[in-house]
């Protein structure tokens, strides 16, 4: 079982950055897909970024650039750094983890972290 806790969230400025981070305990990361959901008020959650084992990355359309998925799997942790933020990000952020593929779909991944609060400021 992996326990995954998320950290660096908080109250940004539009055009601000934050770096949030996934640290993972109970297994290692190493053969797991790695990703970042986030859920907006009322809103279904939906995919942000991932990193597979192999170390290819993938990204949702509307990240255009602005975020960067990156994954230490000596140090067990996953980390997104988010520039140029918009006020349209405003959302809690989770980590996932999934054994397998994991894909761009909540359904993929079989372990969540309680998820950090991004609110960006117009």
């Known amino acids: 079982q992996v326990q995954l806790v998320e950290s660096g969230g908080g109250l940004v400025q539009a055009g601000g950055s934050l770096r949030l981070s996934c640290a993972a305990s109970?297994?290692?990361?190493?053969?797991?897909?790695m990703a970042w959901f986030r859920q907006a008020p009322g809103k279904e959650r939906e995919f942000v970024s991932a990193a597979l084992s192999g170390g290819s990355t993938s990204y949702a359309d509307f990240v255009n650039g602005r975020f960067t998925i990156s994954r230490d799997n000596a140090r067990n942790t996953v980390s997104l750094q988010m520039n140029n933020l918009k006020p349209e990000d405003t959302a809690v952020y989770y980590c996932?983890?999934?054994?397998?593929?994991?894909?761009?779909?909540?359904?993929?991944?079989?372990?969540w972290g309680q998820g950090t609060q991004v609110t960006v400021s117009s």
């Open positions: 996932a983890a999934s054994p397998g593929f994991g894909g761009s779909s909540r359904y993929g991944y079989h372990h």
């Open positions: 109970g297994r290692s990361i190493g053969d797991y897909a």
